[in-house]
């Protein structure tokens, strides 16, 4: 990660007016969000913003909080003086860390029935993530149905349909590899549990363990050159 990724600057743009985060990596990114911004993303660029329509103090309330947020967490923020402040709020992992660990135990995996314990997180039909996301689809939709704006209904319609058939079609296809994989109880053929014991016919002297390295990247043969075109003849 480079080290212009840990620093930002959070402050008023003296153009909009408007109360503005630039920079950062998407961890920072996620803590201005979770602090209230707004994500602009465009070609040549992507910062956040604060919501249209806050009052001053409300402003200022949010953008001192990410502050805070964002050094408690050893970023770097260049603020101004009305943002600035020397409170630290205390870091929690969210709660997409909870389902990304599902991803480092799979990295893990030495058998299919480890793999398969991890997709039934996700794919389990009562109370698993995607079922728990398809609820959270269905309430955004029931909010935006009566809200009273002309697009609220179609917005409401598209999360039904996200649920229905988007989320639908990934739950199902999981599934159907996670019952799979539970069907197997195959041990990996390039994986397997590291005994941390180093056997007396190792080479290596420092040696920590008996695993052998990874294979080695095939290498591919260089094309041949292209033969040049034989001389045009001349029309007589």
């Known amino acids: ?19 503005l985060a630039r920079g950062g990596d998407p961890e920072a990114h996620s803590i201005l969000q979770r602090s209230g911004f707004v994500p602009v993303v465009r070609l040549h660029e992507t910062y956040h913003r604060l919501p249209v329509g806050l009052d001053a103090a409300e402003e200022k309330r949010l953008a ?32 997409g860390s909870s389902v990304a660990h599902l991803a480092e135990r799979i990295r893990e995996a030495t058998t299919s029935d480890e793999v398969a314990d991890a997709l039934t997180e996700l794919t389990a039909s009562h109370d698993g993530v995607l079922i728990a996301l398809g609820e959270v689809l269905a309430a955004t939709a029931a909010f935006y149905q009566d809200l009273g704006q002309p697009p609220d209904p179609h917005t409401a319609e598209r999360l039904h349909y ?31 549990v590291c005994a941390a014991e180093v056997g007396p016919d190792e080479y290596e002297a ?26 045009a003849h001349p029309r007589h």
């Open 64 to 95: 001192t909080r990410a502050v805070a947020r964002l050094r408690a967490v050893k970023y770097g923020v260049d603020t101004d003086d009305d943002f600035d402040t020397e409170t630290r709020e205390a870091h929690y992992l969210p709660l």
């Open 162 to 192: 996200l649920a229905e058939h988007r989320l639908a079609v990934l739950w199902s296809d999981l599934a159907h590899i996670r019952n799979d994989l539970a069907d197997r109880h195959q041990d990996h053929p390039q994986r397997r």
């Open 206 to 231: 420092s040696a920590v363990c008996g695993c052998p390295p990874h294979p080695p990247r095939l290498t591919t043969t260089p094309a041949a050159a292209p033969v040049p075109p034989a001389p």
């Open 1 to 19: 990660m480079a080290l212009a990724d840990r620093y930002l600057t959070l402050g008023r743009d003296v153009h909009s007016g408007e109360v």
